[in-house]
């Protein structure tokens, strides 16, 4: 079996608009890191294959130290890696993706159709193509099928299931692809290991959350993977944590409820806090001056 990592939706370099000036130059260092802890995780797993499903920057305003960071981190990747740029970092001759010397490992997908890479020393073939603009409404899928021996793997950017701009594709077009493994990213709720006829496929999600749309544990996907066969495990790989949690300050001080509501480690984490009940009305900056010490300030 080949064992395979497949990651996606980094959006390294997001804005962060919600954070202090430096709060948000602080987050987009940490994406940064997700890269090296991704590096670590390839090689500690032994990995064959590195699948990465698109957007992995945010879009195309792109700080050096980032593709600097990118290039490093994928070309300590002792194995092949093959990128497929989604709908935020697609490709275009003005791309960051254009001006990059890629390590000799990578291969990134150019073109908007199919294209087969053959690794003959895996007896496998990769499969994929590139977003060439932000919204794509054609399906990646539409009329292809993977033929010959060995292993069959597509890496695509896209929404299964859907009639949007993302490149929509049907369960029944991934069951007619002749894959055994399809890596997809856009969704950043990752999906867990799905099955399509005979076709396995999946969303990683994203590997760390930007806001309360994207809460709890997110990571990557480990996969070992055959003709006949696929199993997957989910890594976290997060920094920190979005979470949200509802308090009942009935019959208690919003103080001692919040406290007795909030897990034990809460450093590295980001909380909204929803307040429900009959009692004291909280006073918010109060509240924030005691519980400060137990978070990681941004």
Not at 233 to 262: K, M, N, W
Request: with cysteine.
């Amino acid at each position: 079996m080949l064992k395979i990592i497949h990651a996606a939706d980094f959006h390294l370099d997001s804005p962060f608009s919600g954070l202090t000036p430096a709060g948000a130059v602080q987050r987009r260092r940490e994406q940064r890191q997700l890269l090296e802890r991704l590096s670590a995780l390839v090689q500690a797993r032994g990995a064959d294959l590195v699948l990465l499903s698109g957007d992995l920057l945010d879009g195309d305003r792109v700080y050096r130290e980032t593709v600097q960071a990118l290039t490093a981190a994928l070309g300590a990747m002792p194995c092949p890696v093959f990128l497929a740029p989604g709908n935020h970092d697609f490709y275009s001759g003005d791309s960051a993706y254009a001006a990059v010397d890629w390590p000799d490992n990578v291969h990134l997908f150019t073109g908007g159709e199919m294209e087969a890479v053959p690794l003959p020393e895996l007896n496998c073939t990769v499969y994929g193509r590139a977003f060439l603009a932000p919204h794509e409404e054609g399906s990646p899928l539409s009329g292809f099928r993977a033929e010959g021996d060995g292993l069959r793997l597509g890496v695509l950017h896209g929404e299964v299931g859907t009639d949007g701009g993302y490149a929509p594709m049907t369960e029944e077009e991934i069951a007619a692809s002749g894959l055994h493994y399809l890596a997809l990213g856009h969704i950043h709720q990752g999906s867990g290991l799905q099955r399509a006829g005979d076709v396995y496929w999946a969303y990683p999600g994203c590997p760390e959350g930007r806001g309360f749309d994207e809460l709890g544990e997110k990571g990557v996907l480990y996969l070992e993977v055959d003709e006949t066969a696929a199993a997957a495990q989910f890594i976290p790989l997060c920094r920190r944590r979005y979470e949200s949690l509802t308090v009942d300050i009935t019959g208690r001080s919003p103080l001692e409820a919040v406290r007795s509501a909030l897990p034990a480690e809460t450093g590295a984490d980001i909380y909204r806090i929803l307040f429900t009940g009959e009692g004291q009305a909280p006073d918010l900056a109060a509240l924030e001056a005691e519980l400060a010490p137990r978070f990681y300030g941004l």
